[in-house]
Structure formats: structure tokens, C-alpha cells
Nanobody, 119 residues
Framework: QVQLVESGGGLVQPGGSMRLSCTAS????????TRWYRQAAGKERELVAA???????SYADSVKGRFTISRDSAKNTAYLHMNGLKPDDTAIYLC?????????????WGQGTLVTVSS
């Protein structure tokens, strides 16, 4: 069983920066794709960014140019670097991976971390 541990959320002022981390508990896990989602109060869950095992990245239009997803495979950790934060970025951010120790690979989710952008 793979667990994802997220960290890095909190309160930040508009225009500020923050980095979220997502670490897989099992060092043997093979991760094919890592995604960051967010869910704001009263809204549907939104895919924010994704990175594949070959470092191909993609972003939602709402965060392009402001957010960067990256990963450190040696640490089994993925990051979401967020710059130019806006109040509309306030949400619970969730990490998701598709992976496992052996195929067939599965979806795993982190517990979520709250990001609040406010002055």
C-alpha cells in the first residue's frame, strides 16, 4: 500500500509564492504520472498540473506561467511551485499518482493541504 504525504500549505498574501510537496511512502514504487488537483469551496475538483515519468508536464490554463510542477525521483517526491498567487488559487490541493510496486498500477491520493491566499 502506497501512502502519499503532502506538505507546504498555509496562508500566503496575494502575489506571494509557496511550494507544495508530495512524497510517496514506499521507496520501491514506480510512478507513471503525478498530478496536482485542487478543490475550492463550492467548486468542482480541478486538475492543476501533471508530470509524467519522462518529465512531460502539462498545466491548467488558469495557472500557466505561474505554477511549475517538478519531481525528484530519488526522493520519490513531487513538487508544485506556485508563484504570483491569487485569491482564486485558494483551495485544498491534492496530490495524485498512478503507480505501484508492480503492475497493474493504481491511483493513490494524498490527504490534501489547504492553501489560502489572502491579505
Amino acid at each position: 500500500q502506497v501512502q502519499l504525504v503532502e506538505s507546504g500549505g498555509g496562508l500566503v498574501q496575494p502575489g506571494g509564492s509557496m511550494r507544495l510537496s508530495c512524497t510517496a511512502s514506499e521507496s520501491r514504487v514506480k510512478i507513471t504520472v503525478t498530478r496536482w488537483y485542487r478543490q475550492a469551496a463550492g467548486k468542482e475538483r480541478e486538475l492543476v498540473a501533471a508530470i509524467t515519468g519522462t518529465d512531460i508536464t502539462s498545466y491548467a490554463d488558469s495557472v500557466k506561467g505561474r505554477f511549475t510542477i517538478s519531481r525528484d525521483s530519488a526522493k520519490n517526491t513531487a513538487y508544485l511551485h506556485m508563484n504570483g498567487l491569487k485569491p482564486d488559487d485558494t483551495a485544498i490541493y491534492l496530490c495524485n499518482i498512478v503507480g505501484g510496486i508492480l503492475p497493474p498500477f493504481k491511483d493513490y491520493w494524498g490527504q490534501g493541504t489547504l492553501v489560502t491566499v489572502s491579505s
